[in-house]
C-alpha cells in the first residue's frame, strides 16, 4: 500500500531531551516535508526537501533540523526541544510540483 | 508576503450544495489545491487546478481563477460525512515547488 509512515504517533518528553521523529514513504517521490499544526496557526511549513540532500527552510524551521540522505526518509530532529514545540506534526511526500501531497498519519508531540 | 484567505467556518444540510472560497496574495505558484481534513486526522488531498477553470472528481468540483487570485471548492450531494476542515494550499514557484503554503481552512459543519 502507497504511504506515508511516521513514528512515533505519540511521544510524550522533557524539555531537552533530544528526539527524532521519523518519516518514511514507499511511492519513490522527491519531494518531503514536514509541518506542524497548532490550533488556530492552521498548517505550518517547518522544512521541505526537493530530493537527495537538497533540504531547504519553510516557515517555522527554528530548533528543528532534517536530513535526506535516502529518498525514502526525511527524519525531523528536534535536538533541545522546548514546550513551544508541543503539537501535531505532519510528514508528507509527492512527485513534482503539480502533485498533491500524501500525509502521514501525525505525530501528536508534548513537551513538559 | 503570500497569504491565502478563506472563511472560518460555514454551516451547510445535508443533500445541499456548498462552496469554499480562498483568495490569495502571492504571485507565482504551480497551481491551486486543496485538502480535507477530518479531526485529529490527517489531511487528504482533494483537487488540483494547475489552469484556470473548472476540475470536476465526482461530489467535489474545484475552480481557479489566476487573474481575480480566487479559487473555490464546491461540494455537492453533502453528506454527514463530509464535515471537516477544508485547506486551500499553493506550491510556490520561487522554491521550485517544494514550499506549499496553505490557507487557515474552513471548518464545514454539515446538518441533518
Known amino acids: 500500500e502507497a504511504q506515508v509512515t511516521q513514528n512515533p504517533r505519540y511521544l510524550i518528553t522533557v524539555t531537552g531531551k533530544k528526539l527524532t521523529v521519523t518519516c518514511s514513504q514507499n511511492?519513490?517521490?522527491?519531494?518531503m516535508s514536514w509541518y506542524r499544526q497548532d490550533p488556530g496557526l492552521g498548517l505550518r511549513q517547518i522544512y521541505y526537501?526537493?530530493?537527495?540532500?537538497?533540504?531547504d527552510k519553510g516557515d517555522v524551521p527554528e530548533g528543528y533540523k532534517v536530513s535526506r540522505k535516502e529518498k525514502r526518509n526525511f527524519p525531523l530532529i528536534l535536538e533541545s526541544p522546548s514546550p513551544n514545540q508541543t503539537s501535531l506534526y505532519f510528514c508528507a511526500s509527492s512527485f513534482g510540483q503539480a502533485y498533491g501531497y500524501t500525509f502521514g498519519s501525525g505525530t501528536r508531540l508534548t513537551v513538559v | 508576503g503570500q497569504s491565502l484567505e478563506q472563511p472560518s467556518e460555514v454551516t451547510a444540510v445535508e443533500g445541499a450544495i456548498v462552496q469554499i472560497n480562498c483568495t490569495y496574495q502571492?504571485?507565482?505558484?504551480?497551481?491551486l489545491s486543496w485538502y480535507q481534513q477530518h479531526d485529529g486526522g490527517a489531511p487528504t488531498f482533494l483537487s488540483y487546478?494547475?489552469?484556470?477553470g473548472l476540475e470536476e472528481t465526482g461530489r467535489f468540483s474545484s475552480f481557479l481563477s489566476r487573474s481575480d487570485s480566487y479559487g473555490y471548492l464546491l461540494l455537492q450531494e453533502l453528506q454527514m460525512k463530509d464535515s471537516a476542515s477544508y485547506f486551500c494550499a499553493v506550491r510556490a514557484k520561487k522554491n521550485q515547488g517544494g514550499k506549499l503554503i496553505f490557507g487557515q481552512g474552513t471548518e464545514l459543519s454539515v446538518k441533518p
Open positions: 526537501s526537493m530530493n537527495v540532500e537538497v533540504t
Open positions: 487546478n494547475a489552469l484556470d
Open positions: 502571492t504571485s507565482g505558484f504551480y497551481g
Open positions: 511511492m519513490n517521490h522527491e519531494y
